[in-house]
């Protein structure tokens, strides 16, 4: 039986997801679908519109299978490693067959030259991404100029790297591709062209198709009834019936309170002992408080982005400081380990079947529940939902705790 793999945010999960999700089984012909899901804080620095339990409900009733948390500690990652740890988890289920991926090149001919060269030369590319950084680029900008160095004289087109790496999708599709070499993973890759709309459009692009981005502008700044025919039925009535609970939107205005306290409270140095906190950069943190004229999240990011230090980048290490990430549980060296564990956020009927199967496949622990259980990355995971349920509005004892709690989703639309 062939089983497709899909490393997802569904943030929200709207119509373009749909057809990746359906052009996936078409090309795999598989018969069940495994989604590795991003939780409640996802990869460029962001946390997520609605819980990870509300967008694994949404994943089940587009008719994935089985959803997996992948752990914040690779979700809030450059591409490099936040590929790697998904990755990791498809291979380490030992039930699924392929990854399919969206990327904007929408084919494996023009990517997986690239992706062997250089998963070949780590050493290399290690190296040439930090002469560029040095040099004041971006870490996007950086690895795409590096891979072209490296590219160079190797027989293949090495200006074409770079312009394919500046592309979001391209760029995380590569990484997947370069960490199924790593893991040396029997999982056999595809791809989908993406369709209609841009990873970063603001605006949708066409009649039924518009970005995550998109999607959540007109949530934040029209309405669901604006979002509602860029998305599936389903998706809209969770969105609608998580808004009337309180608990979203959600957006980084909603931890402002809690990331000020932080950082008003923190020296430069206790807040250099965080992760991703590179470079003196504690000090332009502490240093744009002063100018502010409110507690937004929105101005300090205005205050501190510079062509190096992307708004991604800034994102990625507000949400570390917010989650008082520090080193002694979130390093290169721990990430290399790989993830520590499967914890399932939702199944269908189907679903249940692949976790009967990986009871003797499965290279890690199945987590269904989390009581009793310990771990860094765990740890981390269980602080992050804390932290996120902590902007609902009311809180409650149950959205704290409801991490100890909840059995995996079952479909129920």
Not at 85 to 106: K, N
Not at 162 to 189: F, K, T, V, W
Not at 390 to 409: A, D, K, M
Request: with cysteine; hydrophobic share 45%; aromatic share 8%.
């Amino acid at each position: 039986m062939k089983t497709v793999g899909l490393i997802v945010e569904y943030n929200p999960l709207h119509n373009g997801h749909a057809y990746h999700f359906a052009e996936a089984k078409r090309l795999s012909g598989a018969d069940t679908a495994v989604a590795v899901m991003s939780g409640n804080f996802l990869q460029r620095g962001e946390p997520a519109i609605v819980d990870k339990w509300a967008r694994a409900e949404m994943a089940l009733a587009l008719g994935v299978d089985l959803v997996l948390e992948l752990p914040v500690a690779y979700a809030l990652q450059p591409a490099e490693w936040f590929a790697y740890g998904a990755a990791a988890l498809l291979d380490a289920t030992g039930v699924v067959t392929h990854l399919c991926f969206g990327s904007e090149a929408g084919a494996l001919e023009t990517l997986q030259p690239l992706a062997e060269r250089l998963a070949d030369e780590s050493a290399d590319m290690k190296a040439a991404v930090a002469e560029e950084l040095a040099s004041g680029a971006s870490y996007p900008a950086a690895y795409a100029a590096a891979a072209e160095r490296t590219c160079a004289g190797a027989g293949l087109h090495a200006a074409a790297a770079r312009e394919l790496l500046m592309q979001p999708n391209n760029s995380l599709g590569l990484h997947y591709l370069i960490a199924l070499r790593r893991l040396q993973s029997g999982i056999a890759p595809l791809t989908v062209r993406r369709y209609a709309a841009g990873y970063h459009d603001a605006a949708p692009q066409a009649a039924d198709i518009a970005s995550a981005t998109a999607v959540r502008s007109l949530l934040s700044g029209v309405g669901l009834a604006a979002a509602a025919p860029y998305m599936p039925p389903s998706t809209a009535q969770i969105l609608a019936r998580e808004f009337a609970a309180g608990r979203g939107p959600v957006s980084w205005e909603s931890f402002a309170p809690q990331l000020f306290h932080q950082l008003l409270l923190a020296s430069p140095q206790q807040l250099s002992g965080l992760y991703d906190m590179t470079e003196g950069l504690e000090y332009r943190f502490k240093q744009a408080l002063p100018k502010l004229t409110s507690p937004s999240v929105e101005q300090l990011l205005d205050q501190i982005k510079t062509k190096r230090y992307t708004r991604t980048k800034l994102q990625r290490t507000l949400a570390h400081i917010l989650l008082q990430h520090d080193r002694s549980k979130l390093s290169e060296s721990s990430l290399s380990a790989g993830p520590e564990y499967l914890r399932v956020l939702g199944f269908n009927d189907a679903g249940r079947e692949l976790l009967r199967k990986m009871k003797k496949t499965a290279l890690l622990p199945v987590l269904t529940r989390v009581a009793g259980m310990s771990g860094d990355q765990l740890e981390l995971d269980l602080q992050a939902a804390a932290v996120y349920a902590n902007s609902y509005s009311p809180r409650t004892t149950e959205g704290l705790l409801r991490e100890y709690r909840q059995p995996p989703i079952r479909p129920s639309l």
